[in-house]
């Protein structure tokens, strides 16, 4: 029975072996990843989807996140890059700080960047709102490792000690790497994937300074009143939504709809002072807010606003976009509207 079948087998492979060839061949081409991406159109999601505040009003319009379109390419896809307009292509490496990067350092900072945006919009939106805010816990994380650093700690440890002390404060850690000698190994004790593990780190001089060669992200804990709670699905990082998150969590604070009924999108970086920072893909952004007929489009002050008007009068885009320098301005402008 067995043999029967073996030798089918092998005549319909010695009769067929070229197609099949091909098929595989084709197959490869159709779906081999290309060191690049393709950027293109992007569009918007409701914030308020992903906030939960206790006893918050439903407002009637929506603050929405805009998101750039990003996938990676494949031979097909990026030979039609050059052929349908607004798909650009971008270089794999500009997703990542240095060559020995992993897909995984990438996405931990991306989660990283998110944790923090929304940690700084709960903080000022609260704060804005005269609620109550109290941080209970505060996390060093690993951000990025130069390539110049000679350790074995990874994107998205969380420090706790240095050489037996207790990391709670970073000017504190970097006196102490200061006063250490060029060589000498730092012991470290981090937080990896919910258990503790020990890792080190050697001093460096780089650009006349002495480092370990990571940089350090702060996140927190807290606990609000009312309370809060904050969902954001694995696939979303990234610090670009600090503005919106920011607004949305306001307008559930307040009494007044902020929103007046609009479709207000926009993008921007928060931090805990209310500052907003400009961001990359704004073309990409604004097209799709436009696309999905958005009123309002809040753009950080500078480059990114000048490329949002210049693309704006360039194609006619029938929206109010508005520059923004810090929260208090896109509030203000929301507040002052009929």
């Keep these: 029975m067995f043999s029967k079948v073996y030798e ?45 505040v206790e006893g918050a009003k439903k407002s009637k319009g929506s603050f929405n996140l805009a998101y750039v379109t990003s996938y990676r390419a494949t031979i097909p896809t990026y030979l039609l890059s050059y052929i349908l307009p607004g798909w650009d292509i ?39 709102a005269g609620r109550t805010i109290e941080i209970t816990n505060s996390y060093f994380n690993v951000f990025y490792i130069m390539e110049e650093a000679e350790t074995s700690l990874q994107v998205g440890d969380i420090l706790l000690e240095y050489d037996g ?31 503790e593990v020990n890792a080190y780190a050697k001093v460096k001089m780089i650009d006349g300074e002495k480092l370990v060669g990571i940089s350090i ?3 927190f804990d807290y606990k609000t009143d009312p309370e809060i709670s904050i969902h ?29 009924g609009l479709t207000i999108v926009g993008t921007g970086t928060i931090d805990s002072e209310g500052n907003v920072g400009e961001i990359d893909g704004v073309p990409y ?44 301005d896109a509030v203000c402008y929301l507040e002052e509207l009929d």
């Design 8 to 52: 089918k087998l092998k005549k319909y492979l010695k009769e067929n072996y070229k197609f099949i060839l091909f098929e595989i061949f084709l197959i490869l081409i159709l779906v081999m990843p290309l060191p690049y991406y393709i950027n293109t159109t992007g569009g918007m999601i409701d914030v308020s989807k992903y906030i939960e």
């Design 90 to 128: 971008e270089n794999v490496g500009d997703y990542t700080y240095n060559e020995s990067e992993s897909a995984s350092d990438v996405s931990n900072r991306g989660q990283l960047s998110l944790t923090s945006a929304n940690n700084a919009a709960v903080e000022v939106a609260y704060t804005k």
């Design 165 to 195: 002390h207790e990391l709670t404060d970073t000017e504190e850690y970097i006196e102490y790497i200061s006063s250490k000698k060029e060589g000498e190994k730092i012991t470290l004790k981090v937080l990896r994937d919910d258990k």
């Design 217 to 219: 992200y702060k996140t």
């Design 232 to 260: 954001f699905t694995s696939s979303e990082e990234g610090p670009s939504g600090g503005l919106m998150t920011a607004l949305a969590i306001y307008d559930q604070l307040i009494d007044e709809d902020l929103t007046h």
């Design 285 to 328: 952004k604004l097209k799709g807010a436009v696309k999905q007929k958005a009123d309002i489009f809040f753009a950080p002050s500078g480059s990114n606003y000048e490329e949002a008007k210049a693309l704006q009068e360039k194609n006619n885009y029938d929206i109010k976009i508005v520059e923004v320098k810090t929260f208090d």
